[in-house]
Nanobody, 122 residues
Framework: QVQLVESGGGLVQAGGSLRLSCAAS????????MGWFRQAPGKEREFVAR????????SYSDSVKGRFTISRDNAKNLVYLQMNSLRPEDTAVYYC???????????????WGQGTQVTVSS
């Protein structure tokens, strides 16, 4: 099991920036990838960004590409999400998740944090 704790959420005006952090503890050595997801009121949870724990390759949703940057510090077991040029539609609870290999060529996000609220005012 991996325990995840997010921090850094808050209220910001449109066009502003926030940096979210996710602290991982427990069985971190076999993490395959770390991801950020978000869920807005009345909507389903959606993928935001991910980063390979080893190697550091990244992937982003089209809605945040060019504005958000995911990074990691393996030595400190931290994952960050730098969010710039924030928009009101970015308002959501942001969740950090850890994925492990679940089969040949596949992985599953099986550990989740409690989430941190991000509110962007217009």
């Amino acid at each position: 099991q991996v325990q995840l704790v997010e921090s850094g959420g808050g209220l910001v005006q449109a066009g502003g920036s926030l940096r979210l952090s996710c602290a991982a503890s427990g069985r971190t050595l076999d993490i395959y990838t770390m991801g950020w997801f978000r869920q807005a009121p009345g909507k389903e949870r959606e993928f935001v960004a991910r980063i390979r724990w080893s190697g550091g390759s990244t992937s982003y949703s089209d809605s945040v590409k060019g504005r958000f940057t995911i990074s990691r510090d393996n030595a400190k077991n931290l994952v960050y999400l730098q969010m710039n040029s924030l928009r009101p539609e970015d308002t959501a609870v942001y969740y950090c998740a850890a994925a492990h290999v679940s089969g040949l060529g596949s992985y599953e996000y099986d550990n989740w944090g409690q989430g941190t609220q991000v509110t962007v005012s217009s």
